[in-house]
T-cell receptor, first 118, second 113 residues
Framework: GAVVSQHPSWVICKSGTSVKIECRSL??????MFWYRQFPKQSLMLMAT?????????EQGVEKDKFLINHASLTLSTLTVTSAHPEDSSFYIC??????????????FGQGTRLTVV | KNQVEQSPQSLIILEGKNCTLQ??????????LRWYKQDTGRGPVSLTI?????NTKSNGRYTATLDADTKQSSLHITASQLSDSASYIC????????????FGSGTRLLVRP
């Protein structure tokens, strides 16, 4: 099946620094990717929709200047957490739909990135 | 408001036993319903996807049912194994131009030996 790869799988950074998380679709093209955040024992919360070649669409309450999203190609989207604070510590997951799948039935998720801000 | 609700929140069963997880949704217009398994610290992995016209779908020991009239779905796990311990998430998508998925809060299943 299709594979979505996230990197890194975990990262520890100092408060005030920035962290970049990559999401790659390895064997399909994805015009749209999604970024989620998940807190312990909670379900995934959509942060933003990443569109190839255009600006990302952010969900209400998500600061676009803090969570920078770049979708420069059909196989890569990046999420940069700027000026990270301890409350940004969470599990970040991306997902992607193959561009050629009719009715957009299948979504593939990355393995997630555990961010810890100290 | 489009919502997906799952029950129970958590469940403990003995290895080899069967269990059924429930999902109710209010998403409209409906496109499809998915069940995902998420191991701790990992991304979700798809188990089944069902469209409006499908009533049941199986994937090994996992069988999902869908009643689009009552907007209910269930995931039945047969002969549970220790490796089935995970969170099971019900996800519904709207029949529109976006790719947005609406997630349930999940059921945390623990299978004990």
């Amino acid at each position: 099946g299709a594979v979505v790869s996230q990197h890194p799988s975990w990262v520890i950074c100092k408060s005030g620094t920035s962290v970049k998380i990559e999401c790659r679709s390895l064997d399909f093209q994805a015009t749209t990717m999604f970024w989620y955040r998940q807190f312990p024992k909670q379900s995934l919360m959509l942060m933003a929709t990443s569109n190839e070649g255009s600006k990302a669409t952010y969900e209400q309450g998500v600061e676009k200047d803090k969570f920078l999203i770049n979708h420069a190609s059909l196989t890569l989207s990046t999420l940069t957490v700027t000026s990270a604070h301890p409350e940004d510590s969470s599990f970040y997951i991306c997902s992607a739909f193959p561009a050629d799948v009719p009715r957009r039935t299948e979504a593939f998720f990355g393995q997630g990135t555990r961010l810890t801000v100290v | 408001k489009n919502q997906v609700e799952q029950s129970p929140q958590s469940l403990i069963i003995l290895e080899g036993k069967n269990c059924t997880l429930q999902c109710n949704y209010t998403v409209s217009p409906f496109s499809n319903l998915r069940w995902y398994k998420q191991d701790t610290g990992r991304g979700p992995v798809s188990l089944t996807i069902m469209t409006f016209s499908e009533n049941t779908k199986s994937n090994g020991r996992y069988t999902a049912t869908l009643d689009a009239d009552t907007k209910q779905s269930s995931l039945h796990i047969t002969a549970s194994q220790l490796s089935d311990s995970a969170s099971y998430i019900c996800v519904v998508s709207e029949r529109d131009s976006s790719y947005k998925l609406i997630f349930g809060s999940g059921t945390r299943l623990l299978v004990r030996p």
